[in-house]
């Protein structure tokens, strides 16, 4: 089996992100609104993101420093002035949207408005969240760990969940979030994303309450 082995120390950051992007995939996408001191809002997505703990909610999502100028992004500028975000989930509907609020607009800005979103007032914190998102979380910043001063460098912004808003046409009849109606997007490498739904969904049963013997 021929094997290509990369020291990543060894090759240029650019293409040391696209490995990481497109393996570590498919990754899911936090639309993440933030105010600046001044109140102003800013939407931005960022697949650089998961939940980390349940108890207490913990998700952690990264905008990095920018790779070409080593500048830092508006939403990592926000949440060091004001220590909230809300964070809402991607779905199908709304990917096209969230991909145009990508866009790298002036300081200011407010993305919502470019992107056609609809801002709804959050209950505990000041940034607003989406109204055509599935599911918002309302969060309070805890930390933001650094882990890097050059470019490409990771900012962790830990987020504590003080509210979640839910759809209720995303919800099935025992009330829990359903996968199939959620209809999920990620990201992959390159300008490659992936649509949780049909054929792409399958189950597997936990294999706890019958031990496994091996799988060959
Ligand atoms: C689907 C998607 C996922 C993205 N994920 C990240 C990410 O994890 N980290 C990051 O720094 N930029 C990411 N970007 C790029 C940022 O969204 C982009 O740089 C944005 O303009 C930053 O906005 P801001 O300066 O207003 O915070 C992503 C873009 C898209 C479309």
């Given amino acids: ?41 800013n939407l931005s997505p960022f697949s650089f993101f998961n939940v980390f703990s349940a108890n207490p909610p913990i998700l952690i999502f990264s905008p990095a420093r920018r790779g070409r100028d080593n500048t830092t992004k508006h939403t990592y500028e926000n949440v ?36 056609g979103f609809t801002a709804i007032p959050s209950e505990v914190v000041t940034p607003p969240r989406v109204a055509e998102s599935p599911v918002s979380f309302e969060c309070t910043v805890q930390d933001v760990i650094e882990l890097g001063d050059k470019g490409g460098a990771g900012n962790l912004v830990i987020s504590k969940v003080e509210r979640i808003h839910i759809q209720e046409k995303y919800l099935n009849d025992k009330g829990s979030l359903d996968t199939q109606k959620l209809d999920l997007v990620a ?19 936990k294999p706890i309450f019958n031990k496994g013997i091996r799988y060959r």
């Fill in 1 to 41: 089996m021929a094997i290509k082995t990369i020291d990543p120390k060894t090759i240029k950051t650019s293409e040391l992100h696209q490995i990481l992007l497109s393996a570590v995939a498919p990754r899911p996408i936090a639309l993440a609104s933030t105010v600046d001191a001044n109140g102003h809002v």
């Fill in 80 to 115: 060091k002035a004001v220590s909230e975000v809300v964070i809402n989930i991607v779905n199908h509907n709304i990917v096209e949207q969230t991909s145009l609020s990508s866009t790298e607009y002036d300081k200011g800005i407010n993305e919502f408005e470019k992107a």
């Fill in 187 to 205: 990201r992959m490498g390159e300008s490659w994303y992936c649509r949780a739904s049909g054929n792409a969904l399958f189950e597997i049963p």
